[in-house]
């Protein structure tokens, strides 16, 4: 069983960043992919990036690449999501997720809990 937490979330001024991290409770360096996803008020939980298990491959939603940087520290089992150049459209709870690879969040076996990001304008 995997236990992931994230924290980072908050409140931002439009072309502010913020950095989440995700925390996990066994060392991720074994075998998990990590993703990052959001969901927005009355929207579907949506795909933002994801880095496998040894940092080689990432994977960004068009929406966010050059803007978001996903990456992992093994030996601090946490995986980072760096946002810059927010804006509005960016506020959402994200949500990280491990055990799967792709966009689809069925693929997923373990989920946090999910940090709150707001971008003012």
């Known amino acids: 069983q995997v236990q992931l937490v994230e924290s980072g979330g908050g409140l931002v001024q439009a072309g502010g960043s913020l950095r989440l991290s995700c925390a996990a409770s066994?060392?991720?360096?074994?075998?998990?992919?990590v993703a990052w996803f959001r969901q927005a008020v009355g929207k579907e939980r949506a795909f933002v990036a994801a880095?496998?298990?040894?940092?080689?491959?990432?994977n960004y939603a068009d929406s966010v690449k050059g803007r978001f940087t996903i990456s992992r520290s093994n030996a601090r089992n946490t995986v980072y999501l760096q946002m810059t150049s927010l804006t509005p459209e960016d506020t959402a709870v994200y949500y990280c997720a491990a055990g799967g690879w792709g966009r689809d969040d069925k693929n997923y076996n373990y989920w946090g809990q999910g940090t709150q990001v707001t971008v003012s304008s």
């Open positions: 066994v060392r991720t360096s074994s075998t998990y992919s």
């Open positions: 880095v496998n298990w040894s940092g080689s491959n990432l």
